[in-house]
């Protein structure tokens, strides 16, 4: 006997979601696949966090988008699950399974006084806004000073670093949109400083994103070690510690060329106070740190300013609960093993996580490949005790989503605005300009012309 189809959403288009949707449809089991995000277009941070100059890394979109091609996965855009959308529990009753991709992109605080004056943002703000998201074109920083700070020694403060040094000639080649080109051109930014708190050792850069920084044609970039890189850093295992502490070595020794912008690698610095004049950021004051012999972290009491007029926070990320289920607000995860949601030790039937808000906010794109086809085998093996749905007929879930406002946008009109953005490239001599603004996104994927 042919075993009936399950049905099974996706939420969150990121990523993770997507290497879920077509690890279910390479399984060739009988299920249908519904991804849902709650914005209008598909892609995660791939679209809103990977830098817009890292054009190569964005094409990994071309494998992402299989699933929709053939039309084998419908996509519902602009539906968001939750608050302001669609319910968990109302969703969970047109599907047998639901696997949340849903990300975990809220800035984490440092938890020092001045942090909530304007002029000190979260990295995920930022990056969001110079990613043209919706829900950011209102950010726009003000670039009027000389120095920034950008704390924290991931690839996101690399990221920051590399945005804000770039010219904005060579940042209209990217997909920003014109908002936000319209600031980088005022920008009066020349010196950017990255506090890393503990050693060159400790850094959680990348090689390769870190040798970009050195081949930037419009900064020079000035080490600041207090001389622990020329002593010698003790000699790591890690091949790409290794790179990393070599080519700061080489940097160290190298004095700034005149380059008009200039990149400072500041280490053992901790940031302990954002000073503020009329309402907004006016330095950052610093402490310098030393490794005990323990191995731990410690401020010396030693203090110094730096003369800043934004502060922008690449910490790491936290995840939103997803309200309906468990989450562990430690980690800022939804408790699970191996991909299954877990409520105080008991599997929550037909619930599965995968991505950041599965395993934390680490890794790179492919990482999520291994980690969504790890969820997917959980699901397909618990596939023939799975619920049966309270509504299976294809429609429902559309009749449902109209009754809360929602119009989701499918694949053929996010091809729409995806081919609005394209033409927009083409003016700027870009591969594509992004369209920020929700109204004018939904406008363009709904067909809507121009007024
Ligand atoms: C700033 C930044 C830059 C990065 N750059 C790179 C890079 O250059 N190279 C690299 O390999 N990796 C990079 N990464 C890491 C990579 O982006 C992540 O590993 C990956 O995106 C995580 O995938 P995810 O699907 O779990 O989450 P996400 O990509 O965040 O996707 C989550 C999706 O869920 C949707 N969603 C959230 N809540 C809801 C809801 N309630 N209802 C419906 N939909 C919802 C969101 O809109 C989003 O589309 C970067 C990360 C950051 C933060
Ligand atoms: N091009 C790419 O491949 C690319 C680009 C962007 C992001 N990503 C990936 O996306 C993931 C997230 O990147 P991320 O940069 O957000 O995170 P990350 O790699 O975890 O780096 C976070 C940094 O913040 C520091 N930090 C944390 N709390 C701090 C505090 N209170 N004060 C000062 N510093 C603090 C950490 O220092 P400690 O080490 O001392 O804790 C660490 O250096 C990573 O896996 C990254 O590789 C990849």
Known sequence: MQQAQARVAVIGAGPSGLYAAAALLASGAPVSVEVLDRLPAPYGLVRYGVAPDHVKMKSVIRVLQKPFDPADVEFLGGVRVGDGGIPLDELR?????????????????????????????????????YCGHPDRTELRPVLDHPGVAVVGAGNVALDVARVLAKTADEMAATDVPGPVLDVLRDS?????????????????????ELRQI??????DVVVHDDGLLAQGVEESEDKRQKQNIDMLTEWAGVAPTGKPRRIHLRFLRSPVRVLGAEGRVSGLVVERNAVGEDGRLRGTGEEETLDVGLVVRAIGYAAEPVP????????GTVPNVAGRVMRDGEQVPGAYVTGWIKRGPSGVIGTNKADATETVACLLEDLPGLPAPEHPEPDALRAALAAHGIRPVDWTAWLRLDAEEIRRGGLRGAERVKVAEMAEMLDHAHGVPAS
Do not use: M, Q
């Open 93 to 129: 009753k047109y599907f047998s399974a639901i696997v949340y991709a849903t990300g975990s992109t809220v800035d984490r605080a440092l938890g020092i006084p001045g942090e909530e004056l304007a002029g000190s943002i979260g990295s995920g703000a930022f990056v969001s806004w």
């Open 214 to 219: 050195g081949e930037l044609g419009n900064a």
């Open 324 to 331: 309906g289920l468990p989450f562990d607000e430690r980690s």
């Open 188 to 208: 009066a930014v020349t010196d950017i400083h990255v506090l890393v708190r503990r050693g060159p050792e400790h850094v959680k850069f990348t090689p390769a």
